[in-house]
């Protein structure tokens, strides 16, 4: 009886082996171990076990399990791969503004979402109070009348308008080598930062989420949505920090 490495797998021989241990060793198996089903004593003592069976058993045990562990750690590579995927496309794309007017897509989206879901008496003022109390853009919503807007999909084409407009007038502000040079850095900085933040609550998460099946709950797929949840989540603290961080640049005053 051999142990090979951390494998769960049980390699049986009964050449060569003292019938008393190897007896002994067989029984205290199948006391110990729950993995191994339907063993008898008789069988033990008569020395007729199916050791195909018991070996089979523990064969499909450990596939199982390594399966499972692969199944959650590829959850992580599909993250990885999304985010080493955008942090090539920065390092290699020349249309940065582009990547940033996806970033303000993402944030218009998030917004719309979260709070135009009932219907909102005074838009104007929530719109004033989020993109330039709360995330503090500075953007001007003066010529818009937003409480005339009924359309949901017309005011998230005008955000999405007046975001873009106040990042290409920063743009021309600080120049524009000057600002691909520093929205470059920005987003490369950002992502790696929250990127590493990201690995660490998702170890965090797979460590703890096996617990939820005594209530019931497939971890694995607690899992799944959870990590989902906290991707779009990165995702979004992401974008937010990107476009304020760049709307905060000031050009230097000459001397």
Known sequence: LKMQGNDP???FQKNGVNQTIFKYVVEEIVQRSSIVENISKDEIKNNTINFDRIQFRLETIGFYSRKTILDYDNILSLQRLTMYSLRDQILDSKDLFGIASKYISVIVDD?????????????QELIHHYFNEKLMLNI???????????????????????????????????GTEIALILLNNIFLSIIDRNWT????VMENLKSGVFYRQYANSNPLI???TESF??????FLKIAKQ??????????????
């Open 242 to 255: 990107s476009i304020i961080s760049f709307m905060k640049i000031k050009k230097a005053e000459n001397s």
């Open 9 to 11: 797998k049980l390699v």
């Open 197 to 200: 933040s990201q690995i660490t």
């Open 111 to 123: 917004f719309i979402d979260n709070n135009f879901k009932i219907n909102i008496h005074n838009k």
């Open 140 to 174: 001007d919503f003066s010529c818009y009348n937003f409480n005339s807007i009924e359309n949901i999909k017309d005011i998230k084409a005008i955000l999405n308008e007046c975001l873009n407009n106040a990042v290409l007038n920063k743009k021309d502000e600080i």
């Open 222 to 224: 607690a899992y799944k």
């Open 229 to 234: 949840a906290l991707f779009n989540n990165m």
